[in-house]
């Protein structure tokens, strides 16, 4: 089992920033990746950045060069740096831990952070 703990949410006006933070606990061995999917009202879920056991990262299309994902593996806390945000990011972020193939498949979901970009 693994606990995910997001924070940071808020109100911004757009062109603002967060910073969110998913600190996990529990079995967080083997973990393969952790990652932000977001989901906005009437709209499926979707990765927004992700950061691999190596250190590799990965980005959505539309947020590429406003956001930034980074872990401190001493705190085993995963961070996103959302920098220029806009209107369209608002939604609720969910941390994903994923332990992946070779693991079991087995996937964690923290319970959310809403972020409200507007003016």
């Known amino acids: 089992q693994v606990q995910l703990v997001e924070s940071g949410g808020g109100l911004v006006q757009p062109g603002g920033s967060l910073r969110l933070s998913c600190a996990a606990s529990g079995s967080i061995f083997s973990i393969y990746a952790m990652g932000w999917y977001r989901q906005a009202p009437g709209k499926q879920r979707e990765l927004v950045a992700a950061?691999?056991?190596?250190?590799?990262?990965n980005y959505a299309d539309s947020v590429k060069g406003r956001f930034t994902i980074s872990k401190d593996n001493a705190v085993n806390t995963v961070y996103l740096q959302m920098n220029s945000l806009k209107p369209e990011d608002t939604a609720v972020y969910y941390c994903?831990?994923?332990?992946?193939?070779?693991?079991?498949?087995?996937?964690?979901w923290g319970q959310g952070t809403q972020v409200t970009v507007s003016s």
């Open positions: 950061i691999y056991s190596g250190g590799n990262t």
């Open positions: 994903n831990a994923d332990k992946g193939p070779l693991a079991g498949g087995f996937n964690y």
